[in-house]
């Protein structure tokens, strides 16, 4: 029986306080004082000519830099600055003062930036949240969707690790209360994550009205909104819990298929009801922070992403839980398979990464195409190469042979570059929408790293100290315990 | 029969199960007889393993024919559509191979697994024999619908050591 000693409390429980604390310490930063990559345009979402604002950026930074006393003017409305925009305050530079700077970048293109006016920086620990909630979201969610699937596929071999599926998919309703707290404090304007929800956005009369985004008001408004988020939390949680109530139950009963064909039928529910909730949550909370664009694979795309970073937690899990001799009738065998998700995941996940790019790239529509300028062509290039190929060139170069998927030293190696990979990968597809080029690793990104781990590892190992790790009375007990291949 | 030009005779175990083969199997390596060959009419899970043989060198052979497809696939893109004659496709830049990559992609990738899986298969084919026109090589057809054989060259013993495996039939050769 695990023990969750009192070592791994004091971990847990003071890795989510450090990162409370450091949680605190990022919301109350001046992000905007030190926001020096604001000059550089905000992040493209509409027109094209903000494509050209991108692109310009770089000739455009060296011209300002020379003008050192317009350039304190310029940088004051970084966020928004236009090509256009740009060049004409340089040439009033001597007068150029906050007005007349904003009215020219309003005139300049009649293109939208990222927040009409505000400053995007703000957004940042918001935005640094959401990415760990989305990121520890799916550890939670892929593990119950794979705890979902064994049983609905009738799996033999992991049912020695159910145990350990269900504690951590127990996980999964906690970011989902993280994100609705982030929902509240953006309904009350507090931060403008998502932008559509910012004021006057969907009013006519209003100078923030983007008729684009008030066309989509019929899905996109704060009420449906955290209704759908509700509706997550309810079905995604509720599945986690009566799984493992049953799975539970059915150590009490005697042996035979008591529970066996009740789990079917509501793991294959569940699945039904995540083909659905998993492509509109995706849309919801990552897709929507960027409001104007819009991608059929995105739901797909994050599913494969938290899905492959949901296998490289349980592979990670379970060979510590061996290596402490606490699963004594799981062999290599079953480390191999956990292994063989965690490779084949990756490359889905590239697949679709690079489904989704290749069409926007080839077609080459404005509307489309301004998703990946500050991705490929700003700033975030290099994070975004370097994500690519932690998600892809390295866990295949490194798990690829099948003798390095048993090997607890390889699938260490992999699964560290797959975690930080997943986690850039998932802070790449919300900072540029929510921040702009203000984007940075501080206080807030790490307190929420912390603060979910602590959380994470709190919640798994007390769910797996709870009862012991073996099944008693699955009726594939016997057929998991011979696996091999 | 291609074991026909051994001297010692050969001893054929039949079974009827795939779990009493495998520790049949275990039990007679254990007993000290080596094992020439087994026939199963479906891959068994292990036996390999508890047969001793060596590891397979195909997954090596693999990865060396999906480098020689992405090498193939990469000189036939580069050469049809950058080098010998620039297409112009969609306004793509055609200048040079790397900033048209991305277009390739689902070229490299299909030519890398069409390579390995087809030179994989041909090299299974040629190390095993199984050219078109081969003999069968099982001894007893029925191998190939319900029955696993051990078969194994006869010595001092064996026989007892068959019988106590499980083995539904034993004839010698």
Wanted: charged fraction near 15%.
């Amino acid at each position: 029986m695990f023990v969750f000693t009192s070592k791994m409390k004091l971990l847990a429980g003071s890795l989510t306080l450090v990162g409370l604390v450091f949680l605190l310490i990022g919301f109350n930063t001046d992000y905007s004082s030190h926001a020096d990559s604001g000059d550089h345009g905000a992040v493209a979402q509409g027109h094209a000519e903000e494509a050209h604002a991108v692109e310009a950026h770089a000739d455009e930074a060296h011209a300002v830099e020379a003008h050192a006393a317009e350039a304190h003017a310029t940088e004051t409305h970084a966020a928004e600055a236009h090509a256009t925009e740009a060049h004409a305050a340089e040439a009033h530079a001597a007068e150029a003062h906050a007005d007349e700077a904003h009215a020219t970048e309003v005139h300049a293109a009649e293109a939208h930036a990222s927040d009409h006016g505000h400053d995007l920086s703000a957004n940042r620990p918001w935005a640094a949240f959401l990415v760990n909630s989305i990121f520890f979201l799916g550890i939670g969610i892929g593990t119950l969707f794979f705890l979902a699937i064994q049983y609905a596929a009738q799996v033999g071999w992991s049912v020695g690790l159910l145990r350990v599926f269900e504690a951590v998919s127990m996980f999964v309703g906690i970011p989902i209360l993280g994100i609705l707290f982030l929902i509240a404090t953006g309904g009350m304007h507090m931060h403008h994550l998502w932008h559509w929800m910012a004021e006057g956005i969907m009013d006519p009369a209003s100078p923030n009205y983007d008729s684009l985004i008030a066309g989509k008001e019929a899905y996109l408004n704060v009420p449906f909104f955290a209704l759908r988020t509700l509706a997550y939390l309810v079905i995604w949680a509720g599945a986690a819990y009566l799984l493992r109530r049953n799975s539970l139950r059915e150590d009490a009963l005697p042996q035979g298929q008591n529970m066996f064909f009740t789990q079917r039928k509501l793991a294959a529910t569940f699945i039904v009801l995540y083909a659905v909730t998993s492509s509109t949550s995706a849309w919801d909370w990552v897709m929507s922070v960027d409001p104007h664009w819009f991608s059929t694979l995105f739901g797909w795309y994050t599913f494969a992403g938290m899905f492959v970073t949901a296998m490289t937690v349980l592979n990670l899990l379970v060979m510590y839980l061996r290596l402490n001799n606490h699963l004594p009738w799981i062999n290599e065998n079953h480390q191999h398979d956990l292994s063989k998700f965690m490779f084949a995941f990756s490359v889905f996940w590239t697949y679709l990464w690079f489904s989704q790019y290749m069409l926007i790239w080839y077609s080459n529509i404005p509307e489309e195409v301004t998703y990946y300028l500050p991705r490929f062509k700003g700033e975030y290039k290099p994070l975004f190469v370097a994500m690519v190929a932690m998600n892809f060139l390295l866990p295949i170069l490194v798990l690829m042979s099948r003798d390095a998927k048993r090997i607890f030293g390889f699938i260490g190696l992999a699964s560290v570059f797959v975690l930080a990979g997943h986690w850039i990968d998932h802070y790449i597809m919300i900072m540029p929408g929510a921040v702009g080029y203000s984007f940075g690793f501080g206080f807030a990104e790490l307190g929420g790293i912390l603060f979910y781990s602590g959380l994470f590892l709190w919640v798994t190992l007390s769910q797996l100290a709870k009862v012991p790790l073996r099944l008693k009375n699955h009726p594939m007990l016997t057929e998991s315990e011979r696996f091999q291949q | 029969m291609a074991h026909s030009t051994e001297s010692v005779p050969l001893v054929r175990a039949m079974y009827h199960d795939d779990d009493v083969l495998i520790s049949a199997v275990k039990q007679i390596r254990a007993a000290g007889f080596k094992i020439s060959e087994v026939y199963t009419p479906f891959p068994v899970h292990g036996l390999d393993k508890a047969m001793g043989l060596k590891e397979s060198r195909i997954a090596l052979a693999a990865f060396m024919y999906g480098v020689i497809g992405l090498t193939v696939a990469v000189t036939l893109t580069w050469y049809m559509m950058v080098s010998d004659w620039p297409q112009n496709i969609g306004g793509k830049p055609n200048i040079n191979w790397a900033m048209n990559m991305p277009a390739f992609v689902p070229i490299l990738f299909e030519m890398t697994v069409f390579f390995a899986a087809h030179l994989m298969v041909w090299t299974y084919l040629v190390i095993n024999g199984l050219y078109p026109g081969a003999d069968a090589k099982n001894p007893d057809p029925r191998t190939t619908d319900d029955y696993f054989m051990v078969e194994l060259p006869a010595a001092k013993g064996l026989i007892e050591t068959l019988q106590k495996s499980g083995a539904v039939e034993i004839a010698e050769a």
